[in-house]
């Protein structure tokens, strides 16, 4: 790469940096919440081992799709993130932090925002990196302007709406997804989104007949979506495994699944 073009990318990065510390500055930003020990602790240990992106993996302006854990990659139908589209997760679950952890781990500015009960070192142990990260826990009820201030600074922003949005600020916000070449993670529904992502069951393992402690969480995960992502698809994955990373659940290993479990549809 040219000096020029480095010098380039620099000012652009300081840039989109200036952007997003003058939204966090005027939006209404959360203080860090005392530390969170969940199963999102056991996330954010998978992602600093190096689980989330291979080396060398790190976010790129012009790349057209942003990172995803690898287990996830099969999930996507161009095995990443696309530039430019909104993907639906259905309720917040642990399955929202691992879609955003491989590109906030790779170097992407991701902001989250209608997530109270999200803190700054909840987010860090889930492998989302502080630095490159705004929390807003409340964005009040002019939130579909805030949300568009901070995609206009941040590549990737993982964001609960207050309720079901109308059609007109639905496409206000994609046009604006479309137009700074981010992505916007929804936990929740939203009507023409690219990708939808859900968990259509889940069995906990490490409780036995009335003793033990839950150990891992194996999920059913379903994707489709429009366009590409029409076909449906579905993987096992363990979110999080015995070892707090997040795999495939293969056939072998769902047939050797541990005692102990418990299945919720």
Known sequence: MSAEVTQAARMARVARTARATRVAQTARATEA???????????????????????????????????????LRKLLPAGG???????????WSLLCLAL?????????WCAVAGLPCLGVAAAADAGLDPGRMLLIADPGPGW?????????????MLLRPPDRPPAP??????????RSGGVLVVAGDWDGAQVRLLVARQEWTGIGTGHGRLRARRVQVVAD?????????ARWLWLPGPDGSVTVA????????????????
Request: aromatic share 0%.
């Open 169 to 178: 600020v639905r496409r206000r916000l994609e046009a604006t997804v479309r």
């Open 144 to 156: 579909p302007q805030v949300v568009a201030s901070l995609l206009d600074g941040c590549e990737l």
């Open 81 to 91: 993130l696309p530039r430019g589209s909104v993907v639906a997760t259905g309720n």
């Open 33 to 71: 919440s005392p530390r969170r020990r969940d199963d999102a602790v056991l996330l954010g240990d998978a992602v600093q081992r190096g689980a989330a992106v291979q080396p060398g993996a790190a976010v790129q302006p012009g790349d057209a799709v942003l990172p995803v854990l690898p287990a």
């Open 250 to 265: 293969d056939e072998i290993s769902a047939a050797r699944f541990p005692p102990g479990t418990r299945s919720t549809g």
């Open 225 to 233: 979506g429009r366009g590409a992502a029409a076909r449906p698809r």
């Open 100 to 108: 955003v952890a491989g590109a906030s781990a790779a170097g992407a």
